[in-house]
């Protein structure tokens, strides 16, 4: 079996691999099925809002399945990106709700109430740019990416990865989560920012406004889905391949590993904010909960369960971990910790792969079968399955 670096010069060269294989396009089929149709058709108000946030979490694991299943970067610091997308959302959501005649009562008008609180008397420069809306909804992305940048460049141009990049973000995530609680008159401190009312004079609290941001939701998610597996496909995806399984072998070949670890992390990070700012509006609220170690490492679970290089396990397993937390914790509150523990180490024992891994093991296999027993005799083999 040929290494993904032996085979580089020619994949670079030569694509005859489909954008989707006709079981990828049907899986997305079904996603999409799923999400936009069947769950807003069965679920009352408050589940969709609820399984709404578990997408939110979605847009993370899929950038983990670039990151760390394709580049081979582990990051436990995801949490980061995803408080980082949400808290410039929140902000310009906050502006708006604090309005003059909206806080005509405090001290200073105008200022969102934890400000007055901490006896700040003028809008922070910081917070300046969030008074627009099509400027927030830039920064939502540039502010994490940008973010991702530095963090990638410092440590990724000097070989630092593996364990110690792992150690490095996680600890990126603790101090973030200290600085944001510390900073209570800027951040809103440990309570985070709360009391969100509308998105450009549009009341996001209602349940018809949740319902059409769960749609929202589930069209970015499903259109990231999309890019992802655009860059999978593309050059640059083979080439991130090669790099987590031989990466002197590639540096050796000329590419720059630390512009393209660079690339793969600020992809993460960039996915990770559109699931923040998701969350903000769908929740409304964001705090420094979100931001820390355990739910970075939370999301990481959610790619491990999946498959970590599966898009579409990225999504199926966060799904199967909320669902697994929210009933686990509805009803048997003190244990929901060890049985969320069990299920992570369950899987990942007896399936390493995640439930990409048992799809591709068992279930793949027989639908191959059963396509070929249709097919004409001496007909050709449909074009994706392991026959290839």
Same mark, same amino acid.
Request: aromatic fraction near 14%.
């Given at each position: 079996?040929?290494?993904?670096?032996?085979?580089?010069?020619?994949?670079?060269?030569?694509?005859?691999?489909? $954008?989707?294989?006709?079981? +990828?396009?049907?899986?997305?089929? =079904?996603?999409?099925?799923?999400?936009? *149709?069947?769950?807003?058709?069965?679920?009352?108000?408050?589940? =969709?809002?609820?399984?709404?946030?578990? =997408?939110?979490?979605?847009?993370?694991?899929?950038?983990?399945?670039?990151?760390?299943?394709?580049?081979?970067?582990?990051?436990?610091?995801?949490?980061? $990106?995803?408080?980082?997308?949400?808290?410039?959302?929140?902000?310009?959501?906050?502006?708006?709700?604090?309005?003059?005649?909206?806080?005509?009562?405090?001290?200073?008008?105008? %200022?969102?109430?934890?400000?007055?609180?901490?006896?700040?008397?003028?809008?922070?420069?910081?917070?300046?740019?969030?008074?627009?809306?099509?400027? !927030?909804?830039?920064?939502?992305?540039?502010?994490?990416?940008?973010?991702? $940048?530095?963090?990638?460049?410092?440590?990724?141009?000097?070989?630092?990865?593996? !364990?110690?990049?792992? &150690?490095?973000?996680?600890?990126?995530?603790?101090?973030?989560?200290?600085? %944001?609680?510390?900073?209570?008159?800027?951040?809103?401190?440990?309570?985070?920012?709360?009391?969100?009312?509308?998105?450009?004079?549009?009341?996001?609290? !209602?349940?018809?406004?949740?319902? &059409?941001?769960?749609?929202?939701?589930?069209?970015?998610?499903?259109?990231?889905?999309?890019?992802?597996?655009?860059?999978?496909?593309?050059?640059?995806? /083979?080439?991130?391949?090669?790099?987590r399984d031989k990466e002197d072998r590639v540096r050796f070949s000329g590419y720059s590993v630390a512009g393209f670890k660079v690339f793969?992390?600020?992809?993460?990070?960039?996915f990770a904010a559109i699931g923040g700012a998701m969350f903000t509006l769908q929740v409304g609220f964001m705090s420094p909960s979100f931001?820390?170690?355990?739910?970075?490492? +939370?999301?990481? %679970?959610?790619?491990?369960?999946?498959? /970590?290089?599966?898009?579409?396990g990225a999504v199926w397993g966060t799904l199967l971990v909320n669902w697994a937390k929210t009933t686990f914790s509805e009803s048997f509150?003190?244990?929901?910790? *060890?049985?969320?523990?069990?299920? *992570?180490?369950?899987?990942?024992?007896?399936?390493?792969?995640?439930?990409?891994?048992?799809?591709?093991?068992?279930?793949?296999?027989?639908?191959? /079968?059963?396509?070929?027993?249709?097919?004409?005799?001496?007909?050709?083999?449909?074009?994706?399955?392991?026959?290839?």
């Amino acid at each position: 079996m040929t290494s993904p670096v032996q085979t580089l010069s020619k994949s670079l060269t030569v694509n005859d691999n489909p $954008f989707m294989k006709p079981m +990828e396009w049907v899986s997305l089929a =079904l996603l999409a099925g799923l999400i936009l *149709f069947v769950l807003p058709a069965t679920l009352d108000a408050f589940r =969709l809002n609820l399984v709404g946030k578990y =997408l939110t979490y979605a847009f993370v694991a899929l950038g983990l399945v670039m990151c760390w299943g394709y580049a081979g970067i582990l990051s436990l610091g995801q949490g980061v $990106f995803f408080g980082l997308g949400g808290y410039c959302m929140a902000m310009y959501l906050k502006l708006e709700a604090s309005s003059v005649e909206n806080t005509k009562i405090q001290s200073t008008p105008g %200022i969102p109430d934890f400000m007055d609180w901490n006896q700040i008397t003028e809008l922070p420069l910081m917070w300046k740019p969030f008074q627009s809306l099509p400027l !927030t909804l830039i920064l939502v992305v540039a502010v994490p990416v940008f973010f991702a $940048f530095i963090i990638g460049f410092a440590m990724f141009t000097r070989r630092v990865g593996g !364990t110690y990049f792992a &150690i490095i973000t996680q600890a990126i995530a603790a101090i973030l989560t200290i600085l %944001i609680v510390g900073q209570q008159g800027y951040t809103g401190g440990i309570n985070g920012i709360t009391d969100l009312r509308t998105l450009h004079g549009w009341d996001i609290r !209602t349940d018809s406004a949740k319902f &059409i941001l769960y749609f929202v939701n589930g069209g970015l998610l499903l259109g990231c889905i999309l890019a992802a597996q655009y860059v999978k496909k593309a050059k640059l995806g /083979r080439i991130l391949l090669a790099m987590r399984d031989k990466e002197d072998r590639v540096r050796f070949s000329g590419y720059s590993v630390a512009g393209f670890k660079v690339f793969a992390f600020c992809l993460a990070a960039g996915f990770a904010a559109i699931g923040g700012a998701m969350f903000t509006l769908q929740v409304g609220f964001m705090s420094p909960s979100f931001v820390g170690i355990v739910p970075s490492i +939370e999301m990481v %679970i959610y790619a491990a369960v999946g498959g /970590r290089l599966s898009l579409f396990g990225a999504v199926w397993g966060t799904l199967l971990v909320n669902w697994a937390k929210t009933t686990f914790s509805e009803s048997f509150p003190e244990l929901w910790l *060890f049985g969320l523990g069990a299920l *992570f180490i369950a899987v990942v024992l007896a399936f390493p792969n995640g439930l990409a891994g048992i799809y591709r093991s068992y279930v793949e296999p027989r639908l191959t /079968r059963k396509v070929k027993a249709l097919a004409p005799a001496g007909g050709p083999v449909p074009h994706g399955t392991p026959a290839e």
